[in-house]
């Protein structure tokens, strides 16, 4: 009798075991690691959900041959446990919403750390680890706007910022029309560094400081990423960004820091209102027989702002009628003098290019008329790179310093070279005269 009462004690214990479910819990000791299981079944059983990762490159399965963990932030802590041999990480008796996260990136990799999240109904999830780009190093070391890096392809890059003061300095060139992202990778969990990007306007030879943008991504209380977008049309292309990244931190000591940055196509774009005036000219043209008429006084041309301490002053000009072309001019006698010339197809004092070229090497698409058949009759008539300055070329140069800002209230390129100009001066920027 005992030992059938023993039988039946033993079964019915057996049976209550069985109905009862057990969940662990794993704890957060603060230092992000858990002792939590890693049963790859993916099922609801006794050791409760199983949150998975797998990491991918290209879509195919990435193999780490270096320690990588995952980590699941959610209300209650951070949970982490490392990549097995197979990209795989698995963790046991989470619930509820989590952000997750990598640590531990292999060198020359980087992902996405703000847009992967798992709850109890999607519980494994996938990471793209991407690559990242070099620099193109050939235009400059990123020390200057004027000497950026050049980041040539769409995909990733990797700004290494060591104080606050410290900016790199970027360009890119896209290929093709449509519209494009440029957005910092921060990882918003940590929330110690916030990204900076200055966007710059201008052209390869001229920049200014449009804005800076703080902004547009994902963001915390501390860190905001930046994110741009730039849609350009098909007259664009050929036209260069220029940027410039750098960084806060929530504490001094924790320079150097790391700003990965994504730059994406993401879809086509055509500007229906983009839609520059051809500017046709009309001359008069320094013809051969001109020329032959007019030889120049002498082999040395001196720029007219040098007279003047570097301030243009253009009351000393005036067309004259009877040849449409500017000269020196005496207001008491009403007399002219010498001829006020242009330096149109050779680099003038405010830019250089990189053909030596002057305007014939650089976009000529300004406040709204395009330039550029009107420059490309003026260089069957130039002479040393020269023009004799009538009154549309003067309309041209005008337009051109006001649509690249050379003066822009103390910040603009021609500013910086020390020249001063009023509102209607700008354009004896490329004018001189021969002595």
Known sequence: MKKFLVIILSFLMAVFLVGCSITFIPEDKGDGDTSGGTDSSGGDDEGGLVFKVTLLYENKPFYPETTIYAQWTGDEGVYSTPFNVFGIAEIRGLDGDYRVNLSNIPAGYTYDPNDHYADNDHTSITIQMLKLNPWDTSSGDGSGIYKPVTVSNLGTYRATLRSRSDLIYFSYCPFASGRYSLESWVDIVQNEVNPIMDRYGGSTQYNWLEAQQNDGGSFSSFTKNFRMLVALSEPEVGNVWKFAVHADVVDESLYPVIVDFTIKYEDGFVRNDDVFEMVEPHGPYATDNWWEENPVAGAN??????????????????????????????????????????????????????????????????????????????????KNGVHPVNAELKQFLQDYAVGQRFFDDGSGYAEGLGLVSAEDNMWMFACGYYY
């Open 301 to 382: 041309f001196r720029y007219a702002f040098k007279d003047t301490n570097n301030l243009m002053d253009p009351s000393r000009f005036a067309l004259n009628p009877e040849d449409g072309f500017y000269h020196f001019f005496d207001a008491e006698t009403g007399t002219y003098g010498d001829i006020l010339y242009a330096m149109l197809t050779r680099d003038n004092a405010v830019f250089t290019t990189e053909g030596q070229n002057g305007f014939l090497g650089v976009t000529l698409k300004v406040e709204g008329k395009d330039y550029s058949e009107f420059m490309s009759v003026y260089k069957q008539f130039c």
